[in-house]
């Protein structure tokens, strides 16, 4: 056995709910942490997940191992869980178990699961943060609006971020935040698909921080627990 640990159930259930919203599939790297790094099948969406120790209620590793499993084959197991969950890795298998339920998934064949992509050297000039069920609110809406939404972190005066939908009409829909920051006073912006950003949200809690730059990816960040954290990279959408 390479790890044996125990999460609570909640954090255990938006962890995978959150992967599974961009890839089924994933690589895992198992040793003083859980690390993972993957994108969609379309290349516009990544997802990054950093599992420290101190994450679980439980944590031994006997030694680190590199594994890929497909991470769908755990979500009918989600709605069985309660208290906590016990995960045990080894090389050709992940058991996991909660009360009297259990499951045992074999491992995949590495070489089958799309390569772990470079995390990109971005710089963001932007950043701030919101309350997830305000922004999965609004994205859920906005759909039903138009199809885009424009990003904006404004520096000037008294700092804030907005999220502007606008329809073929130009009737407008828009969602101010209080707070934001850019070193140097101004303004940075940039264009996303609705359903992206409602995609990869759906499943978040707490507060998500966001990072943005222009006609850049938009960064957005959540915590797992007390200490993991997932965080997503949205391709920005290029009008022509």
Do not use: W
Request: aromatic share 8%; charged share 25%.
């Amino acid at each position: 056995m390479a790890l044996h640990a125990t999460m609570k159930y909640l954090p255990f259930k938006q962890l995978i709910k959150q992967i599974v919203n961009v890839t089924p599939e994933i690589h895992l790297h198992v040793g003083d942490s859980i690390t993972s790094r993957a994108v969609d099948t379309s290349n516009t969406l990544l997802v990054e997940v950093d599992l420290p120790s101190s994450s679980f209620e439980q944590y031994k590793c006997d030694g680190a191992i590199d594994i890929a499993i497909d991470v769908s084959k755990i979500l009918p197991f989600l709605n069985l869980t309660y208290g906590f969950v016990t995960i045990d890795i080894h090389e050709d298998r992940v058991n996991l178990s909660s009360g009297k339920f259990a499951l045992n998934i074999a491992t995949l064949r590495k070489e089958e699961v799309k390569k772990e992509p470079n995390s990109p050297p971005l710089k963001f000039e932007g950043s701030s943060s919101v309350e997830a069920v305000k922004l999965r609110g609004f994205m859920k809406e906005s759909n039903k609006f138009g199809d885009k939404v424009k990003a904006t972190i404004n520096g000037y005066g008294k700092p804030t971020t907005e999220f502007l939908v606008l329809d073929d009409d130009n009737n407008e829909l828009k969602f101010t935040i209080d707070n934001g920051f850019i070193p140097d006073d101004g303004k940075i912006s940039s264009l996303y698909s609705i359903e992206l950003i409602k995609d990869v949200i759906d499943h978040t809690t707490g507060i998500i921080d966001i990072e943005l730059s222009n006609d850049h990816p938009i960064k957005l960040g959540t915590k797992i627990g007390e200490f993991g954290k997932v965080t997503y990279l949205v391709a920005p959408r290029i009008e022509s």
